[in-house]
C-alpha cells in the first residue's frame, strides 16, 4: 500500500556515500528475492521483485522532497505498463479489467487464445455461459473471488476464476487455467518432458508415457535421445516398435540393436487397480549404472506418480512412500510409519502383516486387500499389494487409492436402493389393505341402509366407518411414500392442510415435543397436490424432532400467514418475485445447523445424521414438491437455538367462470340408480361381494366372476352388458389383459377399473382407451357415482 506521506530520513553527515548506501542494500534484496523466486519456477513474481525493487531504489535514492513527490504520483493510480510486463510472464491467459468488465490490460496468452480486443465478458458463446461469466464477477466483487467451472467460449470449454484485486480493490483479475491439467494422463505427459523428467534423466532413468493402447505419448530427453534418436518425433510410435523384451522385466532398445545394454523396465499404471492401460514405464540401467536402491532416485520416481505408492523391504518396513499415499493415508508430511500394518485399524494389522510377508518371500504375485485406515475406520479402502523381484531391498509394492469418494456413492446407491425396495414394499401393503378397507366400509355402508340415526347400532356402525376412513388415509400415507399416489392439484387453503395433518404430527412427536399451531388471517387460496403437502410438513416436523431430541425436549412450531406484494419487494430478496403469497412456517427450538452445511441440505443424499439413521432425501423432496407447486423454500438456523423453514406458495387467483365450472355439480339421489347387466370381476370375495350387494340395491344386474378367463368365458356367451367393473390386478390373466381381449369382440363395452394403486400410474401402463377409475377404498355411494358416470347419462 503507499501511503500519501513517507518518512523523512535525515542523511546527517553522511554524504553523498550514505545516500546511495540504503538504495544498494534495496535493490540487492530485490535481485536475490528474484533468484530464490526464479529458482522456485514463479518467473512472474521475479519480475514483480525486480520492478520493485528498481522502484524502491530510485525512490530511496531521490531527495526528501523528490520522494514526497514520486509518493504522490504513486499514489495517484497503478502502474499498467508494469503489471502488463508482470503479467506477459503467465503461461495461462490472464486479463485485467475494472469492477465493470472493462478489459485494461490482457497478456499474450489472452490475446493468442481469445483475441486482442475482447473484455471477458464477450467470450461467451452462449446464454449460460454469458450468466456464468456474470455470476462471477458479482461473486469476486462482491466477495473478493469467484469462478465458473465451465464456460463455452469460440476456443473451446475452459474455467475461469476472478479475484478482486489492487490496493483500493476496484479492478478484477482474470485468469482462465488449462482444464487438461486435471487429467492424470495429461499430467504425466507433462511431467515427463518438464522438471521432473529432467531431474529423472540425471539420474540415468528413463521415461515413457503410453496411452491404453500401448501407442507413446511423451518421454523425458534421454529416453527421445536413446529411443528415438535426436531429432525425431513422438508422433503415437507404437512402444512395441520401440523396444525389445527379454525375461523377468528386461528389455533392450532396439534403436541401439542386439548388441545394446539390457536394461530394466517397471511399468506403472495410471490405474492402480488395473493390470494394463495407460501409464509410464520407466527404464534403468542393468548393469553399473544407477541403483534403485538410492533413496533420491527412488523418491524422485515414486512422486511422478498421481497414486499412492510406496516400497516395503524383506522385513516389511517402509523404504519410501510417495505424496500421493500420504494423502491417501491421511498422513503428514514429515510422518512416516515404520510398518503398513501401522496404517490400519487394530483388526486389520495381522492380515497387512501376512500379506507382505507372503509378497516379499514366495514368488512374485499381486492382490488387492480391503483394509479400514486409523484415520477413517468406517471407510473400507483397497490396498494393492505386489511382489518384486531385483530392485535391491525394495521386494513388496504398495498401491493406497483414495477412493472415499467411491465408497460415499457405494452407500448412497445402496439407501436409495433400499428406500426404493422399502417404498414397493409399503405400495404393496397399502394395496392389500385397501382391499380390507373396502370390504369394512362398504359393509358398513349397507348396515346403516337397514337402520335410522335413532337406531342404537348406528352410532356403533358410523363409528366402525370413520374409523376405516381414518386407516385409508394411513394407506394414502404409505402410497405417498412410494410415490404410487395419485396426484392432483386442487385449489385448497394451508391452514386446512396443517389440520388434516395435524394428529399424525402428534403422534410422530411423541410427548418430548410441543407442537405449536398458529394462522394467520386473510390468506389467500393456493393450488397444490394436500397429499404431497402433507408430506412436506411431516417431513419438516421429523427433522425437527430429531434436531430436538438432542437437546432433550423442544417446542415445534408452525405456523401459516399471508405476505403481500409490497411485503415481498421490502424484502428485497433476488430469488422471490414480487407477488402475493401464502406462507408456511416451521419453526424448532433443536440443535441448529451449521452454517457450512446450511447451504447443502437441500442437496439428494447429504445428510447430517449417523450412518443408517438418514437417508439424505427427505429435505429433497420437500424442495422438489415446493418448486413443483410453484413455491419458494428459505432456511434460516443458528446453532443452539434451532431452525425455521418458510415455504412460499403464490396465491392462485381464477375467474369467476372458471370458479364455477370447478364446483361440482351435487348429483340427486335418484341419479345413482340405473339398470342393465352389469359384469363384475374381483378375485377378492369381500369385495366382490360388497361390490355386487351395492350395485343391486342400486337397480343393476350384476354377474359376477373371480378372475380374467371366467369373465371371459361369460363374455363368450353372447349376454349383453352396459359395463364391466374389473380389478386391475388378479392371479393369472389380469384387468387390463382382459379388458383387451373383450375389446377385440365388443369394441364398445364400457370400462371401470378399481384398483389401491395410482391412477396415474395405471394409466400409464394401460394401453386402452376410453375407461374409467375408482380408487378403493371406496363406499357404497361412490360405486354408485363411479358406474353412473361410467355408464353415462340416462
Known sequence: MLHQELPQIDSGASGRLGRWLIPAVVLAAALSMAIVLLVAAQPMFAAIAVAGGALATAFAARRPNDRLALSGSLAAGPDFSLMGAAMGLAK?????????????????????RFGNARPPLGLASDEGSLQGLEAARTMAWRDGAGCAARIETEAGSVPVEV??????????????????????????????????????????????????????????????????????DHGKVPFRDLIRWA?????????????????????????????????????????????????????????VLPVGLALVDRDGRFLTLNQAFRQAAGLGSSATPVYPGDLVVKEDKAAVADAVRRNARGPAMSGDLAIRL???????????????????????????????????????????TKMQVVGQLAGG???????????????????????????????????????????????????????????????????????????LLKRLLGETVQLVVK?????????????????????????????????????????????????????????????????????????????????????????????????????????????????????????????????YLPVFREDASAAKARVPA????????????????????????????ALSRHGYSVVTADNGEEALEILSRGDEFVLLISDVVMPGMDGPTMVAEARKSRPDLKILFMSGYAEEQLRNSIDIQNVNFLAKPFSVTDLA??????????
Open 92 to 112: 495461462e491467459p490472464a486479463a485485467l479489467t475494472d469492477g465493470d468488465g472493462c478489459l485494461l490490460i490482457a497478456n499474450a496468452a489472452y490475446r493468442e
Open 163 to 232: 479475484e478482486r484485486v489492487g490496493a483500493s480493490g476496484s479492478h478484477l483479475l482474470w485468469r482462465f487455467p488449462d482444464p487438461a491439467q486435471a487429467d492424470p494422463l495429461t499430467l504425466a505427459m507433462k511431467r515427463a518432458a518438464g522438471v521432473m523428467g529432467e531431474r529423472l534423466a540425471s539420474a540415468g532413468i528413463m521415461v515413457a508415457v503410453i496411452d491404453a493402447n500401448r501407442m507413446l505419448l511423451s518421454g523425458n530427453q534421454l529416453f527421445d535421445v536413446r529411443a528415438l534418436g535426436v531429432g525425431q
Open 247 to 303: 525375461e523377468d522385466q528386461r528389455l533392450q532398445l532396439r534403436s541401439e540393436g542386439d548388441n545394446g545394454p539390457v536394461l530394466r523396465g517397471i511399468y506403472l499404471p495410471l490405474d492402480p487397480d488395473a493390470e494394463s492401460g495407460a501409464g509410464t514405464f520407466l527404464i534403468l540401467e542393468n548393469g553399473d549404472g544407477t541403483s534403485l536402491d538410492q533413496a533420491a532416485n527412488v523418491q524422485a520416481l515414486l512422486d
Open 374 to 416: 486409523a484415520r477413517q475406520p468406517l471407510e473400507p479402502v483397497a490396498l494393492t499389494i505386489a511382489g518384486l523381484r531385483g530392485l535391491g531391498d525394495a521386494v513388496v509394492l504398495l498401491l493406497l487409492k483414495d477412493n472415499s469418494e467411491e465408497a460415499k456413492l457405494k452407500r448412497q446407491v445402496a439407501q436409495a
Open 429 to 503: 401393503v397399502a394395496h392389500d389393505f385397501n382391499n380390507i378397507l373396502t370390504a369394512i366400509i362398504g359393509h358398513c355402508d349397507l348396515m346403516q341402509m337397514r337402520h335410522t340415526p335413532g337406531d342404537s347400532d348406528y352410532d356403533d356402525i358410523q363409528q366402525i366407518k370413520s374409523n376405516s376412513n381414518r386407516a385409508a388415509g394411513l394407506t394414502r400415507q404409505l402410497l405417498a411414500f412410494s410415490r404410487q399416489q395419485t396426484l392432483r392439484p386442487q385449489v385448497l387453503q394451508l391452514p386446512d392442510v396443517v389440520s388434516e395433518v395435524s394428529h
Open 519 to 647: 394462522h394467520g388471517r386473510n390468506l389467500g387460496p393456493v393450488r397444490a397436490d394436500p397429499g404431497q403437502l402433507e408430506q412436506v410438513i411431516v417431513n419438516l416436523a421429523v427433522n425437527a424432532r430429531d434436531a430436538i431430541a438432542s437437546k432433550g425436549s423442544g417446542v415445534l412450531t408452525i405456523q401459516s400467514y399471508s405476505v403481500r406484494a409490497d411485503q415481498v419487494a421490502e424484502l428485497g430478496s433476488d430469488i422471490l418475485p414480487v407477488d402475493d403469497y401464502s406462507a408456511l412456517s416451521v419453526a424448532d427450538t433443536g440443535c441448529g445447523i451449521a452454517a457450512n452445511v446450511l447451504g447443502k441440505i437441500f442437496e439428494p443424499f447429504f445428510t447430517t445424521k449417523e450412518v443408517g439413521k438418514g437417508t439424505g432425501l427427505g429435505l429433497s423432496t420437500v424442495y422438489g414438491i415446493v418448486k413443483q407447486s410453484g413455491g419458494f423454500i428459505f432456511a434460516d438456523s443458528k446453532v443452539g437455538e434451532g431452525t425455521r423453514f418458510v415455504i
Open 666 to 693: 351435487v348429483a340427486k339421489k335418484d341419479e345413482l340408480w340405473g339398470s342393465g347387466n352389469v359384469l363384475l370381476v374381483e378375485d377378492e370375495p369381500t369385495v366382490r361381494s360388497v361390490a355386487e350387494r
Open 785 to 794: 357415482q363411479a358406474t353412473r358416470r361410467a355408464i353415462g347419462p340416462k
